[in-house]
């Protein structure tokens, strides 16, 4: 696995919402302490359909933390805001409508360029996994087609959110996440790590921990799943292996 650039800095959410608890309730505090001082965000509403109601929702909970909010549905020059903004807000949604929005708009490339130059990265679920090499740990319906499976690779390993354990009472027959995330290894060298609901990824300095209120599972090729606790580095666990190809 190729090394983190100790300027990209980045906070991958499982989830946006957690049982309980209202948008971001469980990420508040993290995601506070993450951005410090910045209060400049830029939003990519891509994921969903409604990207102005998307954007609305995202400005007023985000207010309450303080933080302005321009979303990139309603500006003329996108790469620009990209250049100019402090955080980087991608949220949840579809994974596949999310990474060919990126891809219609050219925000690829800005978007690493921004994160390389000090600007930080804030995803939610779709948004955590196009923070990786590619999308293709994601759970979600092919409803459109991006350009291509190739996401930001802004982290050299694949997150698979809303991680769910296998049930050893469930009459379902259908494949687990742990089996889907185990025929992604067959193929694929970059570890994954299954992030259960209420966990998070902070990358900063060079360094990747896991946050948040639930643990995680790892994942390596040819290796057996490791669980790991919230507060875990998990430096060690992911630097054995490539970072993934893509086409």
């Known amino acids: 696995m190729t090394a983190i650039a100790n300027t990209n800095q980045l906070l991958l959410i499982s989830n946006s919402t957690h049982h309980g608890g209202g948008y971001l309730d469980h ?3 993290e995601i506070r302490d993450f951005v410090g001082r910045r209060t400049e965000v830029l939003f990519i509403p891509f994921a969903l359909h409604d990207r102005r109601a ?3 929702k995202v400005e007023a909970r985000l207010r309450e933390m303080g933080l302005s909010v321009r979303s990139v549905h309603d500006l003329s020059n996108v790469p620009r805001a990209v250049q100019e903004t402090e955080i980087v ?4 949604g579809n994974t596949f409508r999310l990474l060919k929005g990126l ?30 090499p590619t999308l293709r740990t994601t759970k979600d319906m092919p409803i459109v087609q991006p350009r291509s499976f190739a996401a930001l690779d802004l982290v050299p390993f ?3 959110p809303h991680y769910l354990d296998p049930d050893p009472t469930s009459t379902h027959m259908g494949e687990t996440q742990e089996e889907r995330i185990q025929q992604f ?9 299954g992030l259960r609901e209420g966990a998070m990824i902070r990358v900063q300095n060079g ?15 040819e290796h057996k799943p490791v669980e790991v606790k919230a507060g875990t580095n998990l430096q060690d666990l992911l630097a054995e292996t490539s970072a993934v190809q893509v086409a």
């Open 103 to 132: 891809y219609d708009h050219d925000l690829i490339d800005p978007i690493r360029q921004r994160i390389a130059a000090g600007g930080v990265y804030v995803g939610s679920s779709a948004g955590s996994i196009v923070a990786c």
């Open 207 to 221: 360094a990747v921990h896991l946050k948040g209120l639930q643990g995680a599972r790892i994942f390596r090729r």
């Open 89 to 92: 807000f991608v949220g949840g």
């Open 54 to 56: 998307y954007a609305a």
């Open 185 to 193: 290894l067959e193929e694929n060298e970059a570890p994954v790590i």
């Open 158 to 160: 694949q997150i698979s």
């Open 27 to 29: 990420a508040e505090s």
